[in-house]
């Protein structure tokens, strides 16, 4: 395991500029801090849980089947990092696809957003608040802009459903303001709560903030105490804004294992081992959504419920870069997924679907089966073999040291740096506009990642390979994050043009830079 130096770097050139404030992707965000390893708010250590499990044959899946959707999963789902399956409570599937190990929490992005509504009705069901309570009620000491008569209306529910009514503003902006909350509640309205549905992250943090309001305590602790720990999750990331509120649309990070047993409470009625965790209404309220998308696709409580001819509804907590925990009542079945790709929770599902040969009553035993599926999931999680001889062309030889000074780009970037020597690994150096010393990074050239310390600690991982004579691929994946980028370098001895792709989102930029 590599450490990431905070090496000063006297040989590169010219006069840092900073004069110029430029957007950043959560590259540019996870890149610059890199280097920490300092926990933020709302992190708990824990041992991983146990769950039941099950052979496949046991509840109606064919191993060999399933074994072979698993090898084709990296091919036809582009990032996909984790997979795990259970049906009847019981896991019979859990598999980590190279370079994510399944053992640091992964982050789940929009997943959030369902265990903030969680809370919020947990609280309700204590008497805490009401989900029609208004939202201002909750901040009599605030003085709020753009109020009127429906903001004055906006109700908890309102804000757990989507159904708002602000003209919401984008994220960013919530981000860089002083005080995120009050941002939200200025946010000025175009509709009247409760009649039109509206994807708005900022109001899942407002949420969050009512729950805190409510009850003296942030949505993280909350979580940690009364939701996670009688699941028996203790490893747990979900930092908090920097008046120390949980961010209630993202930020959430668990363990794909521990992720999908949130998706079994809900499954189960909101039963945990015997014990009612959560209120029996709350689960129930995703039979009749109150919110429907444009699409058509109902949405309650932070999850998306859509009807499906033959299996009846599946409900599905989403988010980005291919994080979803999906609910199938008619076949008692949870499948969850983490990654950091484009890839739908539908492809994944009928994939699977593939494997069940009986959804009524258990196979017979399939030894061989087993054993198929057993070898296909190690091989999954461990990886291509190292190549055993790496070339570089002339051009590595002739780029080898070469600063470039880049040009504004989305990712903040202001310089960069490439190390070939004889070997499987390179050294590649990057300099931000808000950081005081280069970063200096390994990376693996025989087809295998080297990963370094991230953020919170959590590995991250950079793989390159040379396209050819005077293409270099450069793969960035957080590996327990959604953020994975592919910068395709062409470096000279006179400058620099690459071509960065956010894999999560298909956005395309290029990044242009001269030798210094």
């Known amino acids: ?52 499990t099950a052979t496949p044959e046991e509840l109606g899946f064919d191993s060999a089947r399933l074994a072979e959707v698993l090898a084709v ?30 053992i640091a929490p992964h982050g789940l992005e929009s997943v959030a957003k369902a265990v903030t509504a969680t809370l919020a009705g947990m609280a309700a069901d204590a008497g805490l608040l009401s989900l029609d309570s208004p939202v201002l009620s909750f901040f009599p000491d605030r003085e709020i802009a753009n109020l009127d ?44 709560p409760g009649t039109t549905y509206e994807y708005c992250n900022p109001a899942s943090h407002l949420l969050s903030a009512v729950i805190t309001a409510a009850t003296g305590a942030s949505a993280s602790e909350l979580a940690t105490d009364g939701l996670f720990g009688p699941l028996g999750i203790g490893d747990v990331v979900w930092p908090a804004d920097p008046q120390g509120v949980t961010h209630g649309w993202a930020s959430l990070m668990l363990t794909p294992a521990d992720a999908a047993a949130f ?51 599946i409900v599905s907590a989403r988010g980005g870069g291919g994080q979803y925990i999906v609910l199938i009542p008619a076949l008692d079945v949870v499948v969850g997924t983490t990654g950091s790709g484009t890839y739908g929770p ?114 991250l991982g950079l793989l390159g390979t040379w396209q050819d004579e005077r293409t270099f691929v450069l793969e960035y994946d957080t590996i327990s994050n959604v953020t994975a980028v592919t910068l395709v370098l062409a470096p000279s001895t006179e400058g620099l043009r690459a071509e960065a792709l956010d894999r999560t989102n298909g956005e395309v930029f290029e990044i242009a830079g001269r030798a210094t």
């Open 346 to 459: 539908g492809d994944l599902i009928g994939a699977l679907a593939t494997a069940l040969a009986d959804p009524v009553a258990p196979l017979p035993p399939s030894p061989d089966g087993e054993a198929m599926l057993a070898d296909t999931i190690e091989q999954l999680a461990a990886g291509p073999p190292p190549a055993t001889d790496v070339a570089s062309p002339a051009t590595a030889t002739a780029v080898s040291g070469v600063a470039y000074q880049l040009e504004p780009n989305p990712l903040g970037l202001e310089g960069l740096m490439l190390e070939f020597a004889d070997g499987p690994e390179a050294q590649l150096t990057l300099l931000f506009a808000d950081t005081p010393e280069p970063i200096v990074l390994p990376v693996g050239l025989d087809g295998r990642y080297r990963f370094v310390p991230g953020e919170l600690g959590h590995p």
């Open 73 to 102: 999963m990296p091919e036809a789902f582009p990032g996909i990092h984790s997979l795990v399956a259970a049906r009847g409570g019981a896991v019979f599937v859990e598999a980590n696809f190279y370079p994510y190990d399944g």
């Open 149 to 192: 008569e429906r903001k004055e209306a906006l109700t908890v529910a309102d804000l757990a459903d989507m159904t708002t009514g602000y003209d919401c503003r984008p994220l960013d902006d919530m981000r860089a303001s002083d005080d995120w909350v009050q941002f939200v509640l200025d946010m000025p309205m175009k509709a009247e």
């Open 1 to 52: 395991m590599h450490t990431v130096p905070r090496l000063r770097l006297p040989v590169w050139p010219g006069t840092r500029n900073t004069s110029h404030a430029i957007g950043r992707t959560g590259l540019a965000t996870l890149l610059a801090c890199a280097l920490s390893a300092t926990a933020l708010p709302g992190t708990a250590a824990g041992a991983p849980t146990d769950r039941p």
């Open 263 to 313: 998706g079994q409470l809900w499954l189960d009625g909101g039963q945990w081992d015997g014990q009612q965790i959560l209120p029996s209404w709350l689960p129930g309220a995703l039979t009749a959504p109150d919110a429907t998308s444009p699409d058509g696709t109902g949405y309650a409580l932070g999850w998306t419920v859509v009807q499906s001819d033959g299996v009846g509804p």
